[in-house]
């Protein structure tokens, strides 16, 4: 069985693509390249291997473009990428497939946004325990947890930091510790290193008095 190109013409809002119709009533938006790939002309006559690796090749390089749309929102690991390519209506094999270009292209490459995920909490204030939350929401392999977290500073002194500065060098009564204490803790901090950092607090710092 055969299909046949009755009309291939340039698509009048992207002249990077042509408009292919064919006589079983398929209509394709094709790129350039893929006309060059498959010799396509009007009247151009396919066969069944060729129009389902064509069919196949449209879909790849349309989720290409999606991928790449969505990426210029906000940077996002390999797995994180091919879900929502799945969640916007690609094939699960297509997805996997642009996921794959995407990391051989470095549009994607996963080391990096875990070190960048790590800064970025880091910077805000989080323990490790919230950090490798994140690291595992995100879809980042647990192989590149270990470099990614080997920046971070040390964790007694970060929620020493932390707690410095909700309590603005006042001194806290117990339900106030007790609640800032748990503020940490839903930041990811450890108990041990809450406790070090509040004994260091109530034991080192000069408090206000004047009120």
Not at 26 to 51: H, N, Q, R
Request: proline share 2%; charged share 35%.
């Amino acid at each position: 069985m055969s299909v046949k190109i009755t009309k291939l013409a340039s698509s009048p809002k992207d002249p990077t693509t042509c408009r292919a119709e064919f006589d079983d009533g398929e209509k394709l938006t094709v790129t350039a390249a893929l006309v060059a790939d498959y010799s396509l002309y009007t009247g151009c006559v396919l066969d069944t291997g060729a129009y389902s690796a064509l069919k196949k090749d449209v879909d790849i390089s349309s989720a290409k473009t999606r991928a790449l749309r969505i990426l210029g929102k906000r940077q996002m690991s390999r797995r994180e990428i091919t879900e929502r390519l799945k969640q916007k209506g690609e094939k699960e094999d297509t997805a996997h497939i642009v996921a794959d270009w995407l990391v051989k292209i470095g549009a994607v490459d996963d080391k990096e946004y875990a070190a960048s995920i790590v800064r970025h909490y880091m910077f805000i204030g989080y323990g490790m325990m919230r950090i490798r939350d994140e690291l595992y929401r995100r879809g980042i392999d647990r192989e590149l947890w270990e470099e990614a977290l080997a920046q971070l500073p040390d964790m007694e002194e970060a929620a020493y930091k932390a707690l410095k500065k909700k309590l603005k060098g006042k001194k806290p009564d117990k339900e106030e510790l007790v609640r800032v204490n748990a503020g940490l803790y839903r930041r990811g901090f450890k108990w041990d290193e809450i406790r070090a950092a509040a004994e260091r607090y109530m034991n080192t710092e000069d408090f206000d008095t004047d009120e």
